[in-house]
C-alpha cells in the first residue's frame, strides 16, 4: 500500500500564500498545511483553517527568514532591534550551534511558537520547520523536549532519496548532492530518539531537493517512484500579486506549484497508481 501525505508550507505567511494553499486544499490533493504563527498573513491562516476544518495544520516552526513571537532582549539575542531572524540559513544554524548563550532563548521562542499556535483553538497535528530548522541539532534537542509537554506525535522527517531526484530532474546536483547528505545525516541521528518517543514520522519527504519547482511534470515522475508506506510531499503553493512571496522566494514557482497540486492530470495518475491520501491523522481525503 502506498499512503501520501501533500503538505502546503508557510501557511500565514502572507495572503497571496493563504490562498495559494485553501484552493489546493478545496480543488486539489492538499491533506494538511504548516502554519507560520508570526506570518504577516496568521489571523487569515487561522480563520481560513477554521473555516475548513478537514485541512489539518501543523506548525512550521521559523527560526529565520521571519520575525520572533517571544521578546529576546540581551546580547546575543536572536533577533535583531525590529524581531527579525537573520536571513542567512548557513549564518542562523552556525548561530544556534556555537553561541550557547542563545539556546535559552531558542527554547523561549520555540516554545513560544507552540503556545501561540494552540492560542488559536486549532489542532496541532505535526510539527516542521521553514527551511527545515527543526532538524538543526540543538532545535531538535529542544523539541524532544517539547513534543511529549504539548502532545505533538508527528514530525517531518526531512530526507530525499538522491538518486531517484536526479533520474526524474538533473539541475543543481551538486546542491542536491549536499543537502542529500546533510539532511541524510541529520535523519539518521533524530530518527532512534523519535522512534523512542513513539513520535510518527513519514518513510520519505519529497520536496526537498526540488523545493518551489514541484511542478506537474515533475510531481507526474516522482509519484511513479514512490515507496511502498507513507510518504510526504511537500509544497508551496501560492497566488500573486503578492510582494511576501516574491521578497522571500523569488524563484519558486509559486503558481506552477498550485497548477499541479489542482491538476487533473495529477489526480488522475494518483487513482491509476492506487496511491491512498491522507493525512497525519490517518484521515483519507479523495482525489477532490
Same mark, same amino acid.
Given at each position: 500500500?502506498?499512503?501520501?501525505?501533500?503538505?502546503?508550507? *508557510?501557511?500565514?505567511?502572507?495572503?497571496?500564500?493563504?490562498?495559494?494553499?485553501?484552493?489546493?486544499?478545496?480543488?486539489?490533493?492538499?491533506?494538511?498545511?504548516?502554519?507560520?504563527?508570526?506570518?504577516?498573513?496568521?489571523?487569515?491562516?487561522?480563520?481560513?483553517?477554521?473555516?475548513?476544518?478537514?485541512?489539518?495544520?501543523?506548525? /512550521?516552526?521559523?527560526? %529565520?527568514?521571519?520575525?520572533?513571537?517571544?521578546?529576546?532582549?540581551?546580547?546575543?539575542?536572536?533577533?535583531?532591534?525590529?524581531?527579525?531572524?537573520?536571513?542567512?540559513?548557513?549564518?542562523?544554524?552556525?548561530? $544556534?550551534?556555537?553561541?550557547?548563550?542563545?539556546?535559552?532563548?531558542?527554547?523561549?521562542?520555540?516554545?513560544?511558537?507552540?503556545?501561540?499556535? %494552540?492560542?488559536?483553538?486549532?489542532? %496541532?497535528?505535526?510539527?516542521?520547520?521553514?527551511?527545515?530548522?527543526?532538524?538543526?541539532?540543538?532545535?531538535?534537542?529542544?523539541?524532544?523536549?517539547?513534543?511529549?509537554?504539548?502532545?505533538?506525535?508527528?514530525?517531518?522527517?526531512?530526507?530525499?532519496?538522491?538518486?531517484?531526484?536526479?533520474?526524474?530532474?538533473?539541475?543543481?546536483?551538486?546542491?542536491?548532492?549536499? *543537502?542529500?547528505?546533510?539532511?541524510?545525516?541529520?535523519?539518521?541521528?533524530?530518527?532512534?530518539?523519535?522512534?523512542?518517543?513513539?513520535?510518527?514520522?513519514?518513510?520519505?519527504?519529497?520536496?526537498? %531537493?526540488?523545493?518551489?519547482?514541484?511542478?506537474?511534470?515533475?510531481?507526474?515522475?516522482?509519484?511513479?517512484?514512490?515507496?511502498?508506506?507513507?510518504?510526504?510531499?511537500?509544497?508551496?503553493?501560492?497566488?500573486?500579486?503578492?510582494?511576501?512571496?516574491?521578497?522571500?522566494?523569488?524563484? $519558486?514557482? /509559486?503558481?506552477?506549484?498550485?497548477?499541479?497540486?489542482?491538476?487533473?492530470?495529477?489526480?488522475?495518475?494518483?487513482?491509476?497508481?492506487?496511491?491512498?491520501?491522507?493525512?497525519?491523522?490517518?484521515?483519507?481525503?479523495? $482525489?477532490?
Amino acid at each position: 500500500m502506498k499512503e501520501l501525505i501533500i503538505n502546503a508550507d *508557510d501557511f500565514g505567511l502572507s495572503r497571496g500564500a493563504n490562498l495559494g494553499i485553501i484552493r489546493a486544499w478545496q480543488e486539489g490533493i492538499l491533506t494538511s498545511a504548516s502554519l507560520m504563527v508570526g506570518g504577516l498573513a496568521f489571523d487569515e491562516a487561522v480563520s481560513l483553517a477554521k473555516a475548513n476544518p478537514g485541512l489539518q495544520v501543523g506548525l /512550521h516552526l521559523t527560526l %529565520l527568514q521571519g520575525r520572533a513571537v517571544a521578546k529576546h532582549p540581551g546580547f546575543p539575542t536572536l533577533v535583531d532591534r525590529e524581531g527579525n531572524f537573520t536571513n542567512d540559513p548557513v549564518m542562523a544554524g552556525m548561530r $544556534y550551534f556555537f553561541l550557547k548563550p542563545l539556546r535559552k532563548q531558542l527554547a523561549g521562542e520555540i516554545e513560544a511558537q507552540i503556545e501561540k499556535f %494552540l492560542a488559536t483553538g486549532l489542532p %496541532l497535528s505535526h510539527i516542521d520547520g521553514h527551511l527545515n530548522i527543526h532538524m538543526h541539532p540543538v532545535v531538535f534537542d529542544i523539541l524532544l523536549q517539547l513534543m511529549p509537554r504539548y502532545g505533538i506525535t508527528s514530525f517531518r522527517l526531512s530526507r530525499e532519496r538522491f538518486f531517484d531526484n536526479i533520474v526524474l530532474d538533473r539541475q543543481r546536483m551538486l546542491g542536491k548532492a549536499a *543537502d542529500a547528505f546533510i539532511f541524510a545525516s541529520l535523519a539518521k541521528r533524530c530518527r532512534p530518539e523519535l522512534e523512542m518517543r513513539k513520535v510518527s514520522f513519514a518513510g520519505e519527504v519529497k520536496g526537498l %531537493l526540488n523545493s518551489g519547482c514541484m511542478t506537474e511534470p515533475y510531481l507526474l515522475k516522482a509519484l511513479e517512484r514512490l515507496r511502498p508506506g507513507l510518504s510526504e510531499i511537500y509544497f508551496h503553493p501560492g497566488c500573486y500579486p503578492c510582494d511576501e512571496l516574491k521578497k522571500w522566494m523569488p524563484d $519558486y514557482l /509559486h503558481e506552477g506549484e498550485l497548477a499541479a497540486l489542482t491538476s487533473q492530470v495529477v489526480k488522475e495518475k494518483l487513482m491509476s497508481l492506487g496511491v491512498i491520501l491522507r493525512n497525519y491523522r490517518g484521515e483519507k481525503k479523495a $482525489y477532490a
